[in-house]
């Protein structure tokens, strides 16, 4: 059975800066309070034109350069996201196109801030079994696009951002040991984004109700997140065989410092084997466990051998871990520059909508 390692890995950030004190001036709040209820100093904002998508494949060829891979070479994309650019179609499928990953299939995966673990889980699980060799997971958020800026209680949290890997086939043991997946539906309502779907479609009501923004009961979100990091991490460990004595690093989700030093006194650990950048960032949902390790690797953290757990929470309610060994980047191939393909996507992309025009023509006389 081959074994699924993490040969690539990217990031991407809008370049705005949201301070704790421009929020003091949006609402009733201040950086103290801020600070020391969430560890949140800073957090990026996408501007105009930047979305999900645009974020996702930003990350996306950062990771496939890293791994030396063309995107033709991709057999699956996965992209997480809760804030996905449409309803449909999939956000995967808008960057598969933009990168020109013309043989990938490609969908979203919507586990909230647990996503990024669900998604390398599902890739690492489809190379495992023989059936794909390299996939690329996307973590994206643009929270800032469906968070309400009058309610302090949630706007001071969110901010945008997205991370990828790339995981390939090999032989050599190591890569993804083992992942929990964790559900309970029962809480759906403790943070949610209530309006716009099925339940309630938009309507000019619903908007103007601010249906669209995420609403979060707090309090309850930080007690279940205090209760499963702990857990989700031991049941990965157990599940690969290791203990938390054998890990180098944890890559909690970044939600909030407190939660993240809960988790430490749960798993007798020091806050020093935490990767911890909340601070810069505030809580990007699923893409928060990407960038957390992307930066942890640029520091020189996160090196090749050791072995990290990433672990979240979020809407759903949801939550898991996976447990891994970091691979590093393969030995070079030769220069693959993925930009280059993303150049050719597009004119293949506009080459496939002419093709298409001029088929329905042809559909159409012949009817
Ligand atoms: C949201 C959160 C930071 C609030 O912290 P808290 O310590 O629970 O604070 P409380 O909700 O008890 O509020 C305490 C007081 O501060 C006030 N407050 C709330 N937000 C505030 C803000 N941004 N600035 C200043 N005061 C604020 C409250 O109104 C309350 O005032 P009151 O005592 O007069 O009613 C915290 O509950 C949290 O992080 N929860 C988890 C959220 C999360 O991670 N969500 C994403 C999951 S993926």
């Known amino acids: ?48 034109g930047e979305t999900t998508s645009s974020l996702g494949v930003e990350a996306a060829l950062k990771a496939l350069t ?54 390398t889980n599902m890739a690492a699980q489809a190379i495992r079994s023989g059936s794909i060799k390299n996939a690329l997971v ?26 990828a890997f790339v995981l390939q086939a090999s032989e050599k043991p190591g890569g ?11 809480g759906g309502d403790l943070l949610a984004i209530p309006g716009g779907g099925s339940a309630i479609p938009a309507s000019e009501a619903t908007v103007h109700a601010g249906r669209h923004y995420i609403e979060m009961d707090g309090k309850e979100v930080f007690r279940f997140a205090t209760r499963v990091m702990t857990q989700a991490t ?6 690969a065989g290791m203990t938390i004595e054998d890990v180098h690093w944890i890559v909690p989700h970044q939600a909030n410092i407190r939660i993240i030093e809960a988790a430490a006194r749960g798993l007798k650990q020091p806050m020093d084997k935490f990767i911890v950048n909340l601070d810069r960032y505030g809580n990007t949902s699923t893409a928060s466990i990407p ?24 809407a759903g309610l949801t939550w898991g871990a996976l447990a891994a060994e970091w691979t590093g980047p393969l030995p070079s191939k030769g220069q693959v520059r993925p930009s280059q393909y993303r150049a050719l996507g597009r004119i293949r992309s506009f080459v496939r909508r002419v093709i298409r025009f001029i088929e329905g023509i042809i559909f159409r006389r012949e009817l």
């Open 1 to 48: 059975m081959p074994y699924a390692h993490i040969t690539g890995w990217g990031m991407a950030v809008p370049e705005k800066i949201l301070t704790n004190d421009d929020l003091s001036k949006m609402v009733e709040t201040n950086d103290q309070w801020i600070r020391e209820r969430t560890g949140i100093r800073e957090r990026r904002i996408a501007k105009d």
């Open 66 to 119: 890293v791994a030396n891979l063309r995107p033709t070479d991709l057999d699956l994309i996965i992209c997480s996201t809760s804030t996905p650019d449409y309803i449909f179609p999939a956000t995967a499928c808008l960057i598969q196109d933009q990168i020109g990953a013309t043989k990938a299939g490609a969908f979203d995966l919507l586990a909230a801030c647990s996503g990024f673990i669900y998604a």
């Open 138 to 163: 996307i973590g994206a958020e643009t929270l800032s696009r469906f968070v309400n800026w009058k309610d302090r209680n949630t706007c001071i949290l969110f901010g945008d951002g997205a991370g």
């Open 176 to 186: 993804v040991h083992s992942a929990v997946m964790h559900s309970d539906g029962s």
């Open 234 to 239: 031991l049941e990965a460990l157990d599940a």
């Open 291 to 314: 960038i957390a390790v992307v930066e942890a690797v640029e520091k020189g953290q996160l090196k090749s051998g050791d072995k990290f757990v990433m672990v979240g929470f979020g």
